[in-house]
């Protein structure tokens, strides 16, 4: 009897430990989540880029992606050539690499000797690209719009990220 009574109070600790640990553990404040792109804000800011193109007259295609480069937001409007597909995913993509907008990176490749930028792979120096920021000024994504003229997609992805 006293056998069994040691064993079943050994058994009974080593039940009871892993949730002392647990508890104890719980009491630690998780780390803080990495910022993000919202599936919302991704759509508000594609809207809102939509409406500026239409109210122009334009179709656009839209690209948005996290800071990762991982696509978070995609739309084509009717009537865009399929060329635009991969010019507005490479502005997005090149303003989630860099903080910067695709067009201030081709100036500044344009500006060092044998126009660094212009030969990485997965880049695109045409304006239309921007970086997204969160509300603490952090880098969290990139936009990039195609089907307008370069100046055009810039000023339609300036609209979304004022407006969404």
């Known amino acids: 009897m006293k056998y069994l009574l ?15 640990v647990a508890t ?3 009491d630690h404040n998780p780390p803080a989540a990495h910022p993000q792109i919202t599936a919302e804000r991704a759509r508000a800011m594609a809207y809102a880029a939509e409406r500026a193109a239409r109210a122009q007259g334009f179709a656009i295609v839209i690209s948005i992606v996290d800071n990762h480069g991982n696509l978070k937001y995609f739309q084509r409007m009717d009537g ?15 303003s989630a690499r860099f903080p910067l907008s ?13 126009n660094p930028y ?19 000024g952090k880098h969290i994504g990139g936009i990039g719009i195609s089907g307008a003229t370069p100046e055009l997609d ?3 992805a300036r609209a979304a990220l004022e407006e969404g």
Do not use: C, H, W, Y
Request: aromatic share 2%; hydrophobic share 45%; net charge negative.
């Open 24 to 26: 104890a553990n719980s």
């Open 80 to 94: 865009t050539s399929s060329g635009s597909i991969q010019v507005a995913q490479l502005k997005a993509e090149t």
């Open 154 to 156: 810039a000023q339609f």
């Open 118 to 136: 212009a030969s990485l792979p997965g880049f695109t120096l045409l304006e239309g690209g921007l970086p997204i920021m969160d509300m603490d």
């Open 6 to 20: 040691g064993n079943l109070l050994i058994g009974i600790s080593v039940l009871v430990q892993p949730m002392v």
């Open 102 to 114: 695709s067009r201030s990176l081709g100036e500044r490749s344009a500006a060092s000797p044998a």
